[in-house]
């Protein structure tokens, strides 16, 4: 990728080695980025690593940018960080970046216009050049993305570049570009917006009492079944056994096109008290072993949309256990070809839970770039290893169980669940 506006400004592929898109220039890298992402991103920060002398488009990094004001002060930190992390993410997959593309999106807030946005951004898009600068990987275009319309930080920089107009740049209409084009060439669909995306995974607003209140005896009965040695078994086999029939029932439901219409049907299908058990009952590691299993394509598509479903049930004093729920749609997703909504659905379950283990390890699978078929053979002997421990502890020394105390402490009414 040159430096020059009136030469390519990037690569990419439409599908893996497929129908190869070059991009030339600014309108079209914004035109672009909803399909360099898997869907369009709002109130976000964007840095797209660039390798070779054609900017092959590489890693790609993106985190929120938040509804409020920031703190202009620290920006410089922020910047820096997202620089270094990209960087070294593309170092660890085998390849130093070249140069990169940032990219700040947001749309105005009440009394502001785009234009406003703009100016209010500056100082972080320059912030973010000089922190990619400082190790030695330029960003050659900064683009503000605001209202459908786009502004460059850069162009007005350049020898003989005619400065992005004060209204900026309209954004071309979905599927008006040449990567739309591409795309549904070759059967992608237009990605949604961000908050399409993540409001599928919230609680459903206005919550409901009936949910809250089946999670409380839910938590009543189960947590200390759950830490009893000689009754946690049980728990996971009911878990999995009411997951299994809410499973049949989604994947007999006939599939609704419109994603809100399918999802309030989903919720439909739940009833209460067994919707609360299974949200309990998967905080368990061994619980989540099992089910993990059920991403074949054959329940791939109903298992992301139960496991969607439950998380929407995690409000209130439960919102955290909406966590393990959705490293379960992030690792479906992720099987199942849809990157877009595995970052999302890990971010998600990170935000809420920033130990949550599997999370972790399939956040930093999707980035590394690796094949779900190897966090699938670590999963299988993690699980193998688990059931040989649990077989240990019930034989015990000297007989079942051994001699120690058959029950843990829980340490709250609605505490997590972690064996």
């Known amino acids: 990728m040159t430096q020059s506006n009136q030469t390519q400004h990037g690569e990419s592929s439409s599908s893996a080695g497929e129908t190869k898109v070059v991009l030339h220039g600014p309108a079209e890298l914004a035109d672009a980025l909803p399909f360099l992402m898997g869907y369009r991103p709002d109130d976000s920060i964007v840095l797209l690593a660039l390798h070779g002398e054609r900017g092959r488009f590489g890693g790609r990094l993106r985190v929120g940018l938040g509804k409020d004001p920031q703190d202009p002060a620290e920006w410089a930190d922020l910047a820096r960080q997202l620089a270094d992390c990209l960087v070294t993410g593309s170092l660890r997959r085998g390849s130093r970046p070249s140069s990169m593309v940032a990219f700040l999106c947001q749309d105005p807030r009440a009394g502001e216009r785009s234009s406003d946005v703009v100016e209010r951004l500056r100082p972080l898009a320059q912030q973010l050049r000089v922190a990619c600068g400082e190790l030695d990987v330029p960003v050659i275009e900064a683009l503000c993305v605001s209202g459908g319309r786009w502004w460059s930080y850069c162009r007005p920089d350049r020898d003989g570049a005619a400065p992005t107009p004060e209204e900026g740049v309209l954004i071309a209409e979905p599927g008006g570009s040449a990567i739309a084009a591409a795309a ?22 206005p919550r409901d009492p009936a949910h809250e209140t089946a999670l409380d005896l839910a938590c009543a009965r189960l947590v200390p079944r759950m830490l009893d040695r000689d009754t946690s078994a049980s728990v996971t086999e009911r878990t999995v056994e009411l997951a299994r029939g809410a499973l049949d029932a989604f994947r007999t439901a006939p599939l609704i096109s419109d994603p809100a219409r399918s999802d309030s049907r989903d919720d439909a299908l739940l009833d209460h008290d067994e919707a609360a058990e299974m949200i309990l009952g998967l905080q368990d590691n061994a619980a989540r072993d099992r089910v993990v299993e ?6 791939a598509g109903a298992a992301i949309r139960l496991w969607r479903a439950l998380a929407r049930r995690c409000a209130g004093p439960y919102a955290e256990h909406a966590a393990a729920l959705l490293a379960l749609t992030g690792w479906v997703a992720w099987c199942s070809g849809d990157e877009a909504e595995a970052r999302v659905a890990l971010c998600a379950a990170l935000d809420l839970e920033p130990h949550c283990t599997f999370a972790r390890l399939l956040q930093h699978a999707v980035g590394q770039g690796l094949d779900p078929d190897v966090v699938r053979r670590t999963l299988r002997s993690t699980r193998r290893r688990r059931i040989m421990e649990a077989a240990t502890v019930r034989r015990g020394p000297s007989g079942p169980a051994g001699r120690g105390p058959g029950r843990r402490s829980l340490g709250g009414r609605r505490a997590r669940i972690r064996r």
């Open 294 to 299: 059920w991403s074949d394509p054959a329940r």
């Open 184 to 205: 549904a060439y070759n059967g992608i669909r237009m990605p949604l917006p961000l908050r399409d995306l993540e409001s599928r995974l919230r609680p459903v607003e």
